[in-house]
């Protein structure tokens, strides 16, 4: 018997990464409750229909101070102090020696302090009307939730390959909330910092199910065999490994190559940082994009701004040549729509180039990934999860792409990180999700994923 066939599924509108990991939950997801005109809306804690002045001003000022500080990173000197300062507070301490590491932080006592003054109790309430486990890529919605007595369960997703402190509770021994985990590192980190094993699940993190077509993986299969020519144009790793691709795909394996142009997704962050990263990786590329050697999709997001930047850039560099389809800019108004365009983009996505944040895990999908410098403690313990499943490479001097991204292919190294991240990156999280929330199962990642 199922526990239940709907869940409240709650992010916040901050950045994408909290709003990316509930995307592919969607079909879970009601926001009635709350006054919502269709099924299927993810709620934002921090932007939802009644929400209290106070309590909207509180997110506000948060957010502004985020965006703030990871544009003010691009500023020499100065920018990285600052930006080093406000890490600090949200920094994810080093995991040996193993310890305790239970004790509180400011961070923590401040949101806590806040919530104890009420906020978020006008969210759990309109919930307590008709409780739904309610799943939250945040932590404090599910402080809200725990605090405010929520009579439905409560799961929180972790969206990192390690969390800091400010992901457990303020006493997390007695936690009644249940943690979706991306890998066993998380799980480990948690219960130093003291929530009880029982109440772990090593889920994976969850990818779009259109980008993975169910259990047989036929989309992800028929999209990794085309991507492994297009990284391996002279063959190299296709004939050191063929026993293992002739294994893995269901129709024999051809050691063949198929033609250019190779295709690169560039992504830029919620913040807009790194905008320029994606302007010299152009410049660098333009011959290679004229002459059919390389497709370039620059990734904008909802970022306005950036969507008009790089458009221009694209007419500066290209007004008198015929680049023949060869450059996109991706962009949409609402994150959602642009959730969608992006995952129909990885299909035809060889490389995808970006800082390691929440789209690290997407290496399961065999998208080798080629690493921005990285903006903030989570993003660096991500580097070093993908490294560590050789899925990806730090990225080289960017103004000189069209020399070293060449060599990389011709090695035939992309296809083997592209084959890595397919074997070795949990690619199921919303099948066990779905077993967990809905079904009340025990469902974690195979015994295989070693991370």
Request: one cysteine or more; proline letters at 5%.
């Amino acid at each position: 018997m199922p526990v239940s066939t709907k869940a409240y599924i709650v992010a916040v509108d901050m950045g994408y990464g909290h709003q990316r990991a509930v995307y592919p939950l969607r079909h879970l997801a009601t926001a009635q409750i709350l006054g919502a005109n269709s099924e299927n809306e993810v709620i934002n804690a921090n932007h939802y229909v009644g929400i209290p002045q106070r309590d909207q001003k509180k997110w506000d000022d948060s957010q502004k101070l985020y965006e703030m500080i990871s544009r003010f990173k691009s500023i020499p000197f100065f920018g990285d102090k600052i930006f080093a300062a406000m890490d600090y507070f949200q920094r994810i301490e080093s995991f040996y020696p193993k310890r305790d590491q239970s004790k509180s932080t400011i961070q923590l006592n401040s949101i806590y302090g806040s919530i104890k003054r009420g906020w978020g109790k006008h969210l759990i309430d309109t919930f307590n009307q008709k409780p739904l486990p309610l799943i939250t890529s945040f932590f404090i919605p599910a402080y809200f939730a725990e605090e405010h007595n929520y009579k439905g369960e409560i799961y929180l997703l972790c969206c990192d390959a390690d969390v800091s402190r400010a992901w457990a509770p303020l006493y997390p021994s007695k936690s009644r909330i249940n943690y979706l985990v991306p890998n066993r590192r998380v799980k480990e980190r948690l219960m130093q910092y003291g929530v009880r094993e029982e109440k772990i699940n090593i889920t994976g993190f969850p990818l779009p199910k259109e980008n993975i077509g169910g259990h047989s993986l036929k989309i992800l299969k028929t999209s990794l065999a085309r991507r492994l020519r297009h990284l391996d144009p002279e063959g190299r790793y296709q004939r050191k490994y063929k026993h293992l691709l002739d294994q893995v795909f269901p129709t024999k394996f051809a050691d063949r190559n198929s033609e250019y142009p190779i295709s690169i997704t560039f992504a830029v962050g919620g913040a807009g940082a790194q905008r320029d990263l994606g302007m010299i990786i152009l410049k660098s590329l333009q011959q290679k994009i004229d002459a059919g050697l390389v497709r370039l999709n620059l990734v904008a997001g909802t970022r306005a701004d950036v969507y008009a930047e790089y458009s221009r850039a694209v007419e500066r560099l290209h007004l008198k040549r015929k680049h023949r389809g060869n450059i996109s800019v991706l962009y949409a108004e609402q994150k959602t729509d642009y959730f969608a365009a992006f995952n129909k983009l990885l299909l035809e996505t060889d490389i995808l180039w970006t800082k390691p944040s929440e789209l690290s895990f997407y290496a399961g999908l065999g998208l080798p990934i080629i690493m921005a410098p990285t903006i903030g403690s989570q993003e660096e313990f991500n580097k070093s999860w993908l490294l560590s499943i050789g899925a990806a490479f730090e990225q080289e001097d960017p103004r000189f792409t069209h020399e070293w991204l060449f060599d990389w292919l011709r090695s035939g190294w992309l296809a083997e990180a592209a084959m890595k991240g397919f074997l070795d990156a949990p690619r199921n999280g919303v099948y066990h999700v779905e077993d967990i929330v809905l079904r009340g199962k025990k469902s974690e990642i195979e015994d295989m994923h070693l991370l």
